[in-house]
């Protein structure tokens, strides 16, 4: 207590409002318990967990990590809503605090990491996410633990601190490929800076690969072909269709080049994205995306024994000219910027409507983070906080790959905090961390 007295006042204001913030957090995910929000995807995502490893074309078309830890949850707390409440409150506080780690082993100062944790914390769109059984509330804290990894392997280098990189990444990509890029970023700018050895790299890729073979099997012996982070061709035809709703039709036949003889299923799903049904502009525009203007409808036939073969087809025939290609990457654009994030924006409560306001902050906020990050590199000063946030925002801003969600600009939220407080804080108050840098005094904080 002592010590704490003896902190500047931006110290004690700063602990105070992340006390404050995971207090909150606690508090929301027992006021709105996950258990009590099991529709749609959430339930989809309980489910798969559940019956895990099973759990047949849904559980083999996701990826695997986060099905592992509902089941372990499922397992271990009987389903009951205080304990699962109590699991996602959890993940809930930590996840900022992973944030700060990485900071703080990228150089930052006590003070200005504490703002990372800070911001990240009070974030309405990463706070109410907590509420439901979704991938992202085990992915941003698997990111966050994953940059921070990184930082510790640029900091100390070795064959250890780099394997725990690579192993974290690679967790945080099981859970959702959508930071595959970022992964891929940090892995190289790594080797890079620390000339990774052929030896370390080789350890690592066997134990990535490992890492991938339960999904790997598990998907060529439900989908009929190999698919380590989940079927990718889903999401990407229910863009290329144009389709309000897009219908499948899968048939799962027996696996005979494995030896594996799954229970054969004949399965009608329907699919619609939350974007077909908003107006990310509101209420300064009506505008939507063209297909939400209509209700309309497409049908895939999938058959298993033919491995990929039917989804490429079926994606080869909803065939988009040069101009429909580039009206959907419009779309996409609008979308990435402004959409709030699905579900929490939907459900009635104080939190969620902080989140659907709170939308507003995106646009401006990566536009002034970019501008920092050129103006970095305009005076040839590169660092892999700037470099990595830029990539991985073009990438996600720019892709035409698949319908864009609010929720898929999740995974860059926490990032766009730590780039803006890395560039304002100046080389000034960043340490050259060479060594083991966090200090013996240092609080729990």
């Not at 190289?188 to 790299?201: A, N, P, Y």
Request: aromatic share 14%; hydrophobic share 50%.
């Amino acid at each position: 207590m002592n010590h704490f007295s003896k902190q500047p006042i931006q110290y004690k204001l700063l602990v105070l409002l992340i006390a404050a913030a995971s207090c909150v957090r606690v508090f929301v995910c027992f006021q709105h318990n996950p258990m009590d929000y099991l529709w749609s995807d959430p339930l989809r995502h309980w489910m798969n967990g559940v019956r895990f490893p099973r759990g047949g074309y849904t559980g083999a078309g996701d990826p695997i990590v986060y099905q592992v830890y509902v089941f372990v949850l499922h397992r271990l707390t009987g389903d009951n809503k205080l304990l699962v409440g109590l699991a996602s409150a959890v993940l809930s506080v930590l996840m900022p605090w992973t944030y700060y780690r990485a900071a703080r082993n990228f150089g930052v100062r006590k003070i200005p990491a504490l703002w990372v944790w800070a911001l990240i914390a009070w974030t309405p769109s990463l706070l109410t996410i907590y509420h439901y059984i979704m991938m992202e509330t085990l992915l941003l804290l698997l990111e966050g633990a994953a940059l921070w990894m990184s930082a510790r392997y640029l900091r100390k280098g070795g064959t250890e601190a780099f394997l725990v990189s690579v192993f974290a990444w690679t967790l945080a990509c099981l859970t959702k490929p959508t930071v595959v890029p970022l992964a891929g970023i940090c892995f190289l700018w790594g080797w890079w800076k620390k000339s990774t050895s052929l030896r370390d790299i080789a350890i690592a890729a066997a134990m990535a690969i490992i890492m991938l073979l339960p999904q790997a099997i598990r998907s060529k012996v439900e989908l009929g072909f190999f698919a380590p982070f989940g079927n990718p061709w889903l999401t990407k035809i229910m863009l290329r269709s144009g389709a309000t709703m897009t219908q499948f039709h899968f048939y799962t036949h027996s696996d005979e080049s494995l030896g594996f003889h799954p229970q054969s299923a004949d399965i009608e799903m329907e699919f619609r994205s939350p974007s077909c049904y908003i107006k990310p502009l509101s209420p300064l525009s009506s505008w939507a995306i063209r297909r939400a203007s209509v209700d309309s409808e497409a049908s895939v036939m999938i058959n298993s024994a033919h491995g990929e073969r039917d989804w490429k087809e079926a994606y080869a025939s909803f065939d988009n000219d040069r101009d429909e290609w580039l009206a959907q990457w419009r779309e996409n654009v609008v979308l990435f910027f402004f959409a709030a994030s699905w579900p929490e924006s939907v459900v009635p409560g104080w939190d969620g409507r902080m989140e659907y306001m709170g939308r507003w902050m995106w646009a401006p906020l990566i536009v002034l983070v970019l501008a920092f990050n050129v103006r970095e590199f305009a005076r040839r000063r590169f660092a892999l906080i700037p470099v990595a946030v830029t990539v991985f925002t073009l990438l996600l801003a720019c892709q035409n790959v698949v319908l864009t969600e609010g929720r898929y600009r999740k995974p860059l939220e926490p990032l766009l905090w730590l780039n803006l407080v890395w560039v304002m804080s100046g080389d000034g108050v960043r340490e050259k961390r060479i060594e083991d840098p966090i200090e013996a005094t240092e609080s729990a904080v």
